[in-house]
């Protein structure tokens, strides 16, 4: 598995070495599993001035996390596929979150804050944030109609892929999908 990563990481690298940014026919070329399931877009697509609450209890916007990659997920303390997700969100944070990337969870729709914090400690999730769009507003300008859903967002806040459903968003494929996009100029 050691191997594979390896060679997933050094082929992205490769592929982009000479490009700048990532063109979404390299980053098609590294899904692999349930990567396979992760659309990327033709054209960036316009990224929701909504407000959603932050852990914090403020609002805020996507525009608040301009300027880094984001792997945005929706959730919620209810959805099934979305406890066995989030702890490969958890180790990818831990692995590539810093100045340039950062994954971001909004659980939408009836999460009280006391059942998301249990749900994170059941599943020993303690880096990701608790934020929430309890009337889902913020999920539907972002044109989430089921749970969960998880996109890619680039650092002037468009959309650029999307996956519907589950994911293991620490196997290799996902791993060398954002090395890639954060590959140098």
């Known amino acids: 598995m050691r191997k594979l990563k ?22 098609e070329a590294l899904r692999a599993g349930d990567m396979r399931k992760l659309t990327f877009h033709s054209e960036p697509i316009a990224g929701s001035d909504v407000a959603f609450m932050s852990e ?21 303390t209810w959805c099934a596929p979305c406890r066995k997700e989030m702890p ?8 590539l979150g810093g100045d340039m990337f950062q994954v971001v969870t909004v659980a939408t729709g009836r999460n009280p804050l006391p059942a998301m914090k249990k749900f ?23 044109g989430v109609l089921g749970l969960p859903v998880t996109l890619i967002i680039d650092p002037e806040g468009h959309e ?26």
């Not at 390896?6 to 980053?27: E, K, M, P, W």
């Not at 490969?88 to 692995?95: F, M, N």
């Open 6 to 27: 390896s060679v997933l990481l050094y082929t992205a690298l490769g592929l982009l070495a000479n490009i700048g940014h990532a063109q979404t026919a390299d980053l």
């Open 56 to 76: 914090d209890a403020g609002d805020m916007t996507l525009a608040d996390l301009n300027g880094k990659y984001i792997v945005l997920n929706f959730w919620a």
């Open 88 to 95: 490969e969100l958890s180790a990818l944070q831990a692995d």
């Open 120 to 142: 994170f400690e059941e599943i020993g999730v303690d880096n990701l944030p608790l934020h929430t769009d309890a009337r889902q507003s913020f999920s539907r300008s972002m």
């Open 160 to 185: 650029i892929a999307r996956l519907q459903g589950d994911a293991d968003w620490h196997s290799d494929s996902a791993v060398a999908i954002i090395t890639a996009l954060l590959a140098p100029n």
